[in-house]
């Protein structure tokens, strides 16, 4: 049996958990030997116990695991156990990480640069200005850099679309197994992250997604990046628990600050006052604050770049869109000859290049 098998059934155990699995690896010194040693043995490693190392609960999990192998395997997801060299980095340095996590997509976790970005679902104007702001400034100076967030309402789904469409990886980490999206209405958002970044989840298919789940995916979207943004939250929330573990893992938390009568800067402006967040204004007060080297790239390097990575019928509507400047989507497909439905996938992935924006009226307009 394949050795990622009795990995992920390692995982699925009840009662466990990711620090008991390092002690249990730790006397056993593999996830196989736990599942093939007797449950006596078993019984005497601390923390362990008679319910997680009898014969049926190391069977039924063993029967999970086959199931999910076979998942991650037809489609087409990688793994990452933690004794592993390609586990993330940063990750592994966090006492509490996930012993496995699911990866949908291709993106370097151990990328050079990597920023975590939350904040409330209750997301206000002043809120969604600020970080599609930051993040346009921080994509002009680090090309390279990751995104992270949590492809929640507000400003995780904010955070990635940003960097979508100023051409930067992003890494959605998800409450849940690969085999659903939640909020459903993120589909389309996912589908981009998967083919410029990735989806993250310690969670596999078979796990119910509760509560409990996206407060603990918490801590991969601390653990996996350099520093952690927070851009609104009330005075409780799920980005103050981001902050909280970035600050237990020694990470750098900022925030932006709100004004004192406004609900989604209270929690901004308590990380601040408490001195868990550096107060910051833009993506340079964040370069300068990391000691990130703040040398813009030539845009055109840039845009010839991006060009190069384009497939023909992007390079015709965009040659196009660059002769008029302006155009509707159905003067587009009449001129490149190709249909409206595919003329509005095309534009999608144009926008989130940075190559085009759209306008009111359904008018596209080229920016490259």
């Not at 993330?88 to 012993?99: F, G, I, S």
């Not at 995916?217 to 943004?229: K, P, Q, S, V």
Request: hydrophobic fraction near 40%.
């Amino acid at each position: 049996m394949d050795a990622l098998v009795y990995q992920i059934a390692l995982s699925l155990l009840p009662g466990i958990g990711s620090i008991r699995t390092r002690s249990i690896l730790a006397h056993v010194g593999s996830a196989e030997n736990f599942f093939t040693e007797s449950s006596k043995i078993l019984e005497k490693i601390p923390g362990v116990g008679s319910h997680p190392a009898t014969n049926s609960q190391r069977k039924k999990a063993l029967e999970a695991a086959k199931k999910e192998y076979e998942f991650v395997k037809n489609n087409h997801i990688r793994t990452a156990w933690f004794l592993d060299d390609d586990y993330p980095m940063r990750l592994k340095q966090c006492e509490d990480a996930p012993v496995i996590i699911y990866i949908r997509g291709d993106t370097n976790l151990d990328t050079k640069r990597i920023i975590s970005i939350v904040g409330t679902r209750h997301a206000t104007s002043y809120g969604i200005g600020q970080c599609k702001k930051i993040v346009e400034e921080l994509a002009a100076f680090f090309p390279d850099l990751l995104v992270i967030s949590g492809l929640a309402y507000g400003i995780d789904v904010c955070a990635h679309k940003a960097a979508l469409k100023n051409g930067l990886q992003t890494v959605a980490v998800l409450g849940h197994g690969l085999h659903m999206i939640y909020p459903a209405i993120h589909r389309q958002v996912a589908r981009e992250i998967v083919s410029r970044g990735a989806l993250v989840t310690e969670f596999a298919t078979s796990q119910i997604p509760d509560k409990g789940n996206f407060i603990a995916r918490n801590r991969i979207i601390a653990g996996l990046a350099d520093t952690t943004l927070v851009v609104e939250s009330g005075i409780k929330g799920g980005a103050l628990i981001t902050a909280d573990l970035a600050n237990s893992y020694n990470r750098d938390v900022f925030a932006l600050p709100g004004r004192t009568s406004d609900t989604w800067s209270q929690g901004c402006n308590q990380l601040i006052k408490r001195n868990q967040a550096a107060l910051i204004e833009s993506g340079k007060d964040i370069a300068y604050l990391m000691g990130w080297e703040t040398s813009p790239p030539n845009k055109n390097d840039v845009q010839k770049e991006l060009f190069a990575e384009l497939n023909e019928e992007e390079k015709k509507l965009l040659g196009i869109l660059k002769k008029h400047g302006e155009i509707s989507v159905d003067q587009l497909a009449v001129l490149a000859n190709i249909s409206v439905s595919k003329v509005s996938s095309i534009l999608l992935n144009l926008e989130f290049a940075g190559l085009i924006t759209i306008l009111p009226g359904n008018i596209y307009r080229y920016l490259a």
